[in-house]
């Protein structure tokens, strides 16, 4: 299974998708990091899709580093990845939503948060459209981080709420 889903992410196929989401939302120890970051090198970095994964799984290695300049620099070298994603694609949900996730989970003081309320804005509007398949658990998950972020502002919690309600009742 491993390595047809693996082939699949050279072409950036629905199941090489599922497979990076499913890496992404399962990153949640050490181990899960270094898989997450391990299949997203193996990836062609010639999409802002690509790019943006390997740009949230190079952050995310932060969180396994013990040395503070190491984990600096995994952020800060994960979010000039996440920063030519969002260049690339700046309208593509998927792209603003990984910045949004590791602009979140980093420290406040370390400047990376200045474009946390538009990424947040263009993943609620593409919500809104109907861009999304919102009983995919990748955007299950981001229902949940935006609701539970401290970053996104009342209003957008909001809109999240009704957009969940409605995704529900379907």
Same mark, same amino acid.
């Given at each position: 299974?491993?390595?047809?889903?693996?082939?699949?992410?050279?072409?950036?196929?629905?199941?090489?998708?599922?497979?990076?989401?499913?890496?992404?939302?399962?990153?949640?120890?050490?181990?899960?990091i270094?898989?997450?970051?391990?299949?997203?090198?193996?990836?062609?970095?010639?999409?802002?899709?690509?790019?943006?994964?390997?740009?949230?799984?190079?952050?995310?290695?932060?969180?396994?580093?013990?040395?503070?300049?190491?984990?600096?620099r995994?952020?800060?070298?994960?979010m000039?990845?996440? #920063?030519?994603?969002?260049?690339?694609a700046?309208? #593509?949900?998927?792209?603003?939503?990984?910045?949004?996730?590791?602009? #979140?989970?980093?420290?406040?003081?370390?400047?990376?948060?200045?474009?946390?309320?538009?990424?947040?804005?263009?993943?609620?509007?593409?919500?809104?459209?109907?861009?999304?398949?919102?009983a995919?658990?990748?955007?299950?998950?981001?229902?949940?981080?935006?609701?539970?972020?401290?970053a996104? #502002?009342p209003?957008?919690?909001?809109?999240?709420?009704?957009?969940?309600?409605?995704?529900?009742?379907?």
């Amino acid at each position: 299974m491993e390595l047809l889903a693996l082939a699949c992410l050279g072409t950036w196929g629905a199941r090489g998708q599922d497979a990076v989401q499913t890496a992404f939302l399962n990153a949640t120890d050490h181990a899960g990091i270094h898989r997450f970051h391990a299949l997203t090198q193996r990836l062609e970095p010639n999409t802002a899709r690509t790019a943006a994964f390997q740009g949230a799984a190079t952050a995310m290695l932060a969180e396994v580093d013990a040395s503070v300049w190491a984990k600096w620099r995994h952020c800060r070298d994960g979010m000039r990845l996440l #920063d030519k994603a969002v260049e690339q694609a700046s309208a #593509d949900p998927e792209v603003r939503f990984l910045r949004f996730a590791v602009a #979140d989970a980093t420290p406040g003081f370390l400047g990376f948060r200045t474009n946390i309320h538009a990424d947040a804005e263009v993943v609620i509007t593409a919500m809104e459209q109907g861009r999304m398949a919102p009983a995919c658990r990748f955007w299950k998950q981001v229902f949940a981080t935006l609701l539970s972020s401290e970053a996104t #502002d009342p209003a957008q919690r909001q809109r999240v709420e009704r957009i969940e309600v409605v995704a529900r009742e379907k």
